[in-house]
């Protein structure tokens, strides 16, 4: 209702800061042909050669240029508004998302802890908690960490160990890793393709990048999970595609979904929680190595695959990889001093 109102406002205030602006284009026309008008007269009578025969058009096109400059600024300052006042929603939804998502874990520890500590509970059963209670751990370890990154993302301080890895070797690795920390059936998930292309990458942030993908693929998939990754190269670039069978995205979403703070509900799974941080941390670190990632399904429970590009170092922009390559040496500079002193 709130937010309605608060839309409502903006759309009324662009309306009539429009109308104002076209109102004063309106009377400038009036006031400047009617003044031309009375001074040729005046002039006529006076001395008609001094008259200059066309009107001025410098000072014409001058008003037009600060009156047209002026509503461009009118609706770049409203555009702004209007980014900010979504925003605002979005991040309203986040801090009630974050909320449950970090107050359930605990009170499924809390509970958990209680039952041990008053019951005498078989070992069997002590295992069940204890194993449920790791995962607990892990779901709020991982809210933290998203909310802590959001914070260095802003920053853009988001990767700073950047090594030349083989990506032949190296992306297997990523993945086999987020298979193994989300105990993810071995048969559930498929490797295909290899590539001799070499890439400048921060281990641990591309770690985020397939942990969230993975992340994704069990979250919204309402059957049993079944990734696959496809792994190529073109001249300039290494390619991961991530195919999943979940639910898929509705192109209408498929730009959004990279948004901060964005969530798109989905009626076949209602009950899936997050905080619309992941994909916006995965955009993030993709670009940050000079790459980038988009999303394609053909729509509701058609599954969906998202597409990696990461630049080769032998063949891309090295300027820029080079820089990152850089910046990782005198990080490790500073960090060797500081660890001598
Ligand atoms: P979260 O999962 O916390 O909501 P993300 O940024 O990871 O945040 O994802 C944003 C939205 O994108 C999700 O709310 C979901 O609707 C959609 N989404 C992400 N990954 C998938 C996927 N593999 N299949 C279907 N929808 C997805």
Same mark, same amino acid.
């Given at each position: @209702? ?13 309306? #009539? ?30 001395? %008609? ?16 240029? #600060?009156?047209? /400059? ?9 555009? =702004? ?18 909320? =449950?998502?970090?107050?359930? %874990? ?11 500590? #008053? ?39 988001? /990767? =700073?160990?950047?090594?030349?890895? &083989?990506?032949?070797?190296?992306? %297997?690795?990523? @993945? ?9 059936? &071995? ?18 942030? @591309? ?41 898929g995205i509705e192109s209408k979403n498929q730009k959004k979904i990279f &948004?901060?703070?964005?969530?798109i509900?989905?009626?076949?799974? %209602? ?17 940050? =190595?000079?790459?980038?990632?988009s999303v394609v399904s053909?729509g509701?429970?058609?599954?969906s ?29 500073? @960090? ?6």
């Amino acid at each position: @209702m709130k937010k309605s109102r608060s839309q409502g406002l903006l759309v009324s205030a662009f309306v #009539l800061a429009q109308l104002a602006w076209m109102g004063l284009l309106g009377l400038w026309i009036y006031w400047y042909v009617s003044n031309y008008l009375i001074f040729k007269q005046v002039g006529d009578r006076l001395s %008609p050669r001094i008259v200059i025969n066309s009107p001025n058009v410098f000072i014409f096109v001058n008003g037009i240029v #600060l009156i047209v /400059a002026i509503a461009v600024a009118i609706f770049f300052f409203f555009r =702004h508004l209007s980014i900010q006042l979504k925003l605002t929603n979005l991040y309203d939804n986040f801090i009630a998302n974050v909320t =449950h998502e970090l107050k359930s %874990p605990l009170s499924s520890i809390q509970m958990y802890l209680e039952t041990l500590d #008053l019951k005498d509970v078989p070992a069997e059963k002590r295992k069940e908690f204890l194993g449920l209670m790791m995962k607990d751990a892990q779901r709020l370890k991982k809210n933290v960490n998203s909310i802590l990154e959001v914070t260095r993302l802003e920053q853009k301080n988001i /990767a =700073h160990n950047f090594q030349v890895y &083989n990506t032949g070797t190296v992306i %297997p690795q990523l @993945m086999n890793d987020s298979v193994e920390q989300f105990r993810i059936n &071995n048969s559930s998930v498929k490797f295909e393709g290899t590539t001799s292309g070499k890439c400048v990458i921060d281990k641990d942030a @591309m770690q985020i990048v397939f942990d969230n993908l993975t992340d994704n693929a069990i979250k919204y998939s309402t059957q049993q999970v079944e990734i696959l990754v496809k792994l190529y190269q073109t001249r300039k670039r290494i390619v991961i595609e991530f195919y999943d069978k979940g639910i898929g995205i509705e192109s209408k979403n498929q730009k959004k979904i990279f &948004n901060k703070f964005q969530r798109i509900n989905n009626n076949n799974i %209602p009950n899936v929680k997050g905080t619309g941080l992941g994909l916006f941390w995965v955009k993030e670190i993709i670009k940050f =190595h000079g790459g980038k990632i988009s999303v394609v399904s053909e729509g509701n429970d058609k599954g969906s695959c998202f597409r990696v590009e990461l630049p080769i170092y032998q063949t891309s922009r090295k300027f820029y990889i080079n820089s990152l390559l850089r910046k990782a040496a005198r990080k490790e500079k500073i @960090m060797e001093t500081t660890d001598g002193d």
